[in-house]
């Protein structure tokens, strides 16, 4: 089983709809989540954190974390063509490991 | 411009060869990282410096060797490299809050990286 997973896509949305990625993990000592956006041929630029259970909010992004399930989510509403890129989450786990899924590629279509 | 600077952006290189990749933080972080991104692959942590000193070296060949003389700079001697080896290699940088040993943060900022060809 991998530590982290994620569908690797392609996520494709119309512009405009909410986009929804998933990912799940399989450490349940995991206390850190991440959401990195990463640009074809840039390097992952951090965009989310979350450390409790519930929802976070920023801008057009919401980070989603339920412990129980261990799975953390991340919406985009409003989605842009500029949001079109490789999302990977990553979860620091109880050894204070960081580990990456091999993300998810999100389309959105003009 | 994350604060991260990676040198060379491109690299091609022989089996015999031996080169240098160089990693460079302006953000006062006290910890830094090489990870290795391959297609189709989740990155792979390679070695984890923090307050210069080795914490982590994560089962890699010993073609690769780290040296982190400062808080600040970050080099991967590579030497006899094979054609699998052939990635992008990202250097990172974050603050460890000291709480661990290890790291204590998945907060990274990480580097345009150095796109390594091995012929």
């Known amino acids: 089983q991998k530590e982290v997973e994620q569908n690797s896509g392609p996520l494709s949305v119309p512009e405009g709809a909410i986009a929804s990625l998933n990912c799940t993990y399989s450490d349940r000592g995991s206390q850190s989540f991440f959401w990195y956006r990463q640009y074809s041929g840039k390097s992952p630029e951090l965009i989310m954190s979350?450390?409790?259970?519930g929802d976070k909010e920023d801008g057009r992004f919401t980070a989603q974390l339920n412990k129980a399930s261990q799975y953390v989510s991340l919406l985009i509403r409003d989605s842009q063509p500029s949001d079109s890129a490789t999302y990977l989450c990553a979860v620091v786990g109880g050894y204070q490991k960081v580990t990456f899924g091999t993300g998810t590629k999100l389309q959105v279509i003009p | 411009e994350t604060g991260v600077t990676q040198t060379p952006r491109h690299l091609v290189m022989g089996m015999t060869n031996k080169k240098s990749l160089k990693c460079e933080q302006h953000?006062?972080?006290?910890?830094m990282y090489w990870y290795k991104q391959s297609a189709k692959k989740p990155l792979e942590l390679m070695f984890v410096?923090?307050?210069?000193?080795?914490?982590e070296n994560n089962s890699v060949p010993s073609r690769f060797s780290p040296e982190c003389p400062n808080s600040s700079h970050l080099f991967l001697h590579l030497h006899t490299l094979q054609p699998e080896d052939s990635a992008l290699y990202l250097c990172?940088?974050?603050?460890?809050?000291?709480?661990?040993?290890?790291?204590?943060?998945?907060?990274?900022?990480f580097g345009e990286g150095s796109r390594l060809t091995v012929l």
């Open positions: 979350i450390y409790s259970n």
């Open positions: 953000l006062g972080h006290n910890a």
């Open positions: 990172a940088s974050s603050q460890d809050d000291g709480t661990s040993g290890v790291l204590s943060t998945g907060e990274l900022f």
């Open positions: 410096y923090n307050f210069k000193e080795q914490t």
